[in-house]
């Protein structure tokens, strides 16, 4: 395997029209910093860019309903993404913007150099055109009738109810999400990459030569090109974007997937005007793009065409890309407000970044779709977090105060069983870089875990409090072993848990953070978490089985709780936040049907409506639907049979409860049984049925009027 000099990591651009959320984090965010970190700790060259991405379609729509300018709405998500990133310890070393002029330049620049090479071709087609606005339709701005589902408002590129992609032809009745105008079809001539031209190399170069990219990526791309690539427009009608740079383009914009990518080369230069080409044109630089499952093909397959059709940049080297994480058993959707929003998270649960990083990594959606649920979040911080790691550091820390007064106790004891503790400690770190190399953050994550097992069973099998007194020495080299446990841990956590890592220097007083205080890094921790990651002295190259990271006859500060538990009720409130959105996306999905036609007066006068009292409620046998009512309707008993068993699985609890029922409803026989009425009840937004009862109790037998 190549030996590279450096590496150049890239983020997934987020879309600026909203806030991010843990399925982002998850999926793209946390392992990317994750690895950044350990290559820093390694004392490799890295660079780590981001950026929002800030062109494109669903920007404009945002901006039209709100009233406001594009450039408005992504200057807003714009500050919000970035300082969300900040706050969860992402450290990137730029996070800066598609709308900057450095990105503009450079995007046309791309643009032109290829275009000057021949590398794109041109063609004639035709679109929908809205006469009225006098304007080309984007995909997203035709709405129509979807030909699988029946929703009327589904848009030309994908019905949001059923999840179908689409093309703006597919639709019935298709109209202009602008003026509501009928459109018409159009000629217009764009730019398209040719990718069936690049096929050939693409499948040597994907299929042949990088078969260690993880299954779910390299499966992915051999789909596309099993069924054939075809030429793809990077240009459309819009006048929100970069603009294309050749005659003849007026009112054209680059789209935006040729121009979001370029992001990363340009936020480079941004940074560095003057050293960024050896970032992405030397072949000793290995490029690394961490995306989500939804970005595979563009940065496989369609960015490596555009960097090849250019021919002056490096293709990347692995793209460990993750699956998707769902909130609750559903689909994270911005549209429906289904997300946990990082912003959000942070006033809820303050000072707890770590613990999202831990919940996200220890669950992260690495070959397969992955599900978030709050209840997993709290046993993971109390089972985990606060039970073994948490519980192991405060454990040393009190016994090193208690028996020793803080002082670092030497280790005159130390014998080949202490040696074997260390030993298995040490294994498990090799086999966390192990898994880093791989891309593997969970299986890296356990280790860590791992070494706080070692670290609690060992304390726990020594036992020093039963031979304080009588075995001073052993006891002083019981805790000096944990002691050392406890830096190691504070060094391997770091990637992972950047905060807590940082507190436990602290505690500990090792070297790192002694270097660090005298940077300042105590008064403003955020602004200084590059340095911190980048700087860390003692590195994973330098946890050294022979050696020790803490000085004997050194101090550690007063004991301070690393993690503390949440409570069921906390959580409770959680999932009611949650509950409720569903309730009202559900409430604002919902459309009544419609009237039905005028009955006369007397035909309504016809009908028989009253109250009863259930005195016994079961289900028939071999019915799944239906319940037997008998009721007490204050003149005689009857019985009644409705189609609601699956909303009422506990039928007996409407013993003793009041219904409303027709009582003049002609007798039929169901089941055998007959039923002498029909039961009145909702049908809710979601199709459950609801019995219409009243909200007090009356007497049996009264009408409804």
């Known amino acids: 395997m190549k030996q590279f000099k450096r590496t150049t990591v890239t983020s997934a651009l987020p879309y600026a029209n909203g806030p991010v959320h843990i399925g982002h984090l998850a999926g793209v965010y946390v392992p990317a910093d994750i690895y950044v970190r350990y290559l820093r700790l390694k004392g490799e060259e890295v660079l780590f860019v981001g950026g929002s ?37 992402i450290t990137f070393d730029i996070y800066s913007r598609t709308t900057s002029q450095t990105h503009k330049e450079l995007a046309s620049d791309i643009f032109k150099t290829i275009e000057a090479k021949g590398g794109f071709v041109e063609k004639t087609s035709e679109q929908y055109f809205d006469e009225s606005a006098q304007q080309f339709l984007a995909d997203r701005y035709i709405t129509g009738k979807c030909p699988h589902c029946g929703n009327e408002n589904a848009y030309g590129d994908q019905c949001e109810a059923c999840g179908t992609s689409l093309s703006p032809t597919d639709l019935i009745n298709p109209k202009s999400a602008i003026s509501g105008a009928v459109p018409v079809m159009r000629e217009t001539k764009h730019w398209y990459l040719p990718l069936d031209q690049h096929e050939a190399w693409l499948r040597q170069w994907i299929l042949e030569d990088h078969k260690e990219w993880k299954p779910n990526v390299y499966g992915q791309c051999k789909s596309w090109l099993d069924m054939g690539l075809q030429p793809r427009a990077v240009s459309r009608d819009l006048d929100w974007g970069i603009p294309v740079p050749v005659t003849g383009a007026e009112g054209k ?129 109390n089972n985990e977090l606060v039970a073994i790691l948490g519980n192991f550091i405060n454990r040393v820390l009190v016994l090193t105060n208690k028996y020793f007064n803080g002082e670092i106790p030497d280790r005159n004891r130390f014998t080949s069983y202490h040696k074997d503790v260390m030993y298995g400690v040490y294994a498990s770190k090799f086999e966390l870089e192990k898994s880093l190399s791989e891309f593997k953050f969970r299986d890296a994550l356990k280790q860590v875990m791992d070494i706080a097992r070692i670290g609690n069973k060992f304390l726990q099998d020594q036992a020093p409090w039963k031979i304080w007194g009588h075995d001073n020495d052993q006891v002083a080299t019981d805790i000096n072993v944990c002691l050392e446990i406890s830096a190691i841990l504070a060094i391997v956590m770091q990637p992972f848990l950047p905060f807590t890592s940082r507190k436990l220097s602290k505690l500990l007083n090792l070297d790192v953070y002694n270097k660090w205080f005298s940077f300042g890094i105590d008064k403003d921790f955020q602004s200084s978490n590059i340095i911190w990651a980048r700087n860390t002295v003692e590195d994973f190259g330098k946890l050294d089985y022979n050696k020790t990271l803490l000085k004997v006859g050194g101090y550690i500060n007063a004991p301070e709780l690393l993690f503390e538990k949440i409570e069921d009720e906390t959580i409770a409130a959680q ?8 309730l009202a996306n559900e409430a604002a999905a919902y459309k009544p049907s419609p009237v039905k036609e005028n009955v006369a007066f007397d035909d ?65 026989k169901l089941r055998g049984v007959m039923s002498e009425g029909m039961i009145l009840s909702a049908e809710d937004a979601d199709g459950k049925l609801v019995l219409i009862r009243p909200s007090v109790k009356v007497t049996n037998g009264v009408e409804v009027k």
Request: one cysteine or more; proline letters at 5%; charged letters at 30%.
């Open 604 to 668: 309504f006068m016809k009908m028989d409506i009253r109250v009863a009292t259930v005195l016994d409620c079961q289900k028939v046998p071999k019915a799944d639907k239906l319940l037997q009512f008998r009721l007490a309707d204050g003149m005689e008993e009857r019985t009644i049979l409705s189609g609601i068993a699956q909303y009422y699985p506990n039928p007996e609890e409407l013993i003793g409860t009041q219904v409303c029922f027709i009582a003049n409803f002609e007798p039929r």
């Open 253 to 381: 914009v680059l789209y935006v997937w040729f121009d979001a990518p370029i992001g990363y080369i340009s936020n480079t230069k941004e940074l560095l005007p003057d050293t960024w080409e050896k970032w992405w044109k030397d072949e000793d630089t290995r490029l690394l793009h961490f995306i989500g499952k939804d970005n595979i093909v563009f940065h496989c397959i369609v960015f490596p065409a555009m960097l090849k059709a250019e021919g002056s940049y490096i293709l990347p080297d692995n793209v460990p890309a993750n699956e998707f994480l769902n909130l609750e058993g559903d689909k994270i959707s911005t549209s429906r407000n289904w997300a946990v929003w990082l912003h959000e998270y942070l006033e809820d649960f303050p000072g707890k970044q770590d613990v999202l990083r831990y919940v996200l990594t220890a669950n992260a959606p690495e070959t397969k779709d992955n599900d978030f649920t709050w209840k997993d979040f709290q046993a993971r911080n």
């Open 53 to 89: 991405d800030e062109h494109g379609v669903p920007i404009t729509i945002k901006a039209k309903k709100e009233g406001v300018t594009p450039q408005d709405i992504v200057d807003r998500y714009h500050g919000i993404i970035k300082k969300s990133f900040e706050d969860f310890g």
């Open 575 to 582: 999932v009611q936040k949650l509950l409720d959105t569903k």
